[in-house]
């Protein structure tokens, strides 16, 4: 089976501050990974994504993000918050071995940027 | 804006009720799906069309039904719903009509459904 995890449902930190939003998961081959983030009354936009290749993906608006397989995990990440980057962030994982439209997202974790 | 419209953005509709959620995607995709978005909760999928065939259906209730008249036009039609389907529908879509696992989706605003 497969699943991702967010084991925060909400993340406070200063503006300036790095961030950190949390996701682990589990298949049973490759993980395809992804970041998306949901602002108010919008819907989900992709954020990165992990295929193959370096570990360490950046992705849209200074957010990047470290594929670890060895603790399954792929932490969302900024080095400065800003107040702009308060919304919901979900992680989601595709399992190559079981077919292309199945994409499982988390919880979401909502982070809130405190000036 | 994604290119992918959802209209109503609100609807408030009573368990005898029959109502349609409308989704349109200005992008030339291929693959368009339905999610069902619930607080504290994962999103859920709930079907997927693939060039205007329908390739998924993740054991979604029988008041739910899709349709997908083009590539570019995706209705979710409600029929006797239950106060628990209160939640996010969201519409999606991507390029490849095969749902490629490397490929980002698209989403609409949603539509914000209350069943009283």
């Known amino acids: 089976a497969q699943s991702v995890a967010q084991p925060e449902d909400q993340v406070n930190v200063a503006e300036g501050n790095p961030l950190t939003v949390k996701c682990t998961y589990s298949v049973s081959g490759n993980p395809y990974l992804f970041w998306y983030v949901q602002y108010p009354n919008r819907g989900l936009q992709f954020l990165l994504k992990?295929?193959?290749?370096?570990?360490l993906v950046k992705g849209s608006y200074g957010f990047e993000a470290e594929f670890n397989k060895s603790q399954t995990s792929f932490h969302l990440k900024k080095p400065s918050a800003l107040v702009s980057d308060s919304a919901l962030y979900f992680c989601a994982v595709r399992d190559i071995k079981t077919g292309a439209n199945n994409l499982f997202f988390g919880t979401g974790t909502r982070l809130t940027v405190i000036p | 804006e994604t290119g992918v419209t959802q209209t109503p953005r609100h609807l408030v509709m009573g368990m005898t009720n029959k109502k349609s959620l409308k989704c349109e995607q200005h992008?030339?995709?291929?693959?368009m799906y339905w999610y069902k978005q619930s607080a504290k909760k994962p999103l859920e999928l709930m079907f997927v069309?693939?060039?205007?065939?329908?390739?998924e259906n993740n054991s979604v209730p029988s008041r739910f039904s899709p349709e997908c008249p083009n590539s570019s036009h995706l209705f979710l039609h409600l029929h006797t719903l239950q106060p628990e389907d209160s939640a996010l529908y969201l519409c999606?879509?991507?390029?490849?009509?095969?749902?490629?696992?490397?490929?980002?989706?698209?989403f609409g605003s949603g539509t914000q459904l209350s069943v009283l």
């Open positions: 992990y295929i193959t290749g370096d570990n």
């Open positions: 069309y693939s060039l205007e065939e329908r390739v």
């Open positions: 999606a879509s991507s390029q490849d009509p095969r749902g490629a696992t490397n490929e980002k989706l698209f």
């Open positions: 992008l030339g995709h291929n693959a």
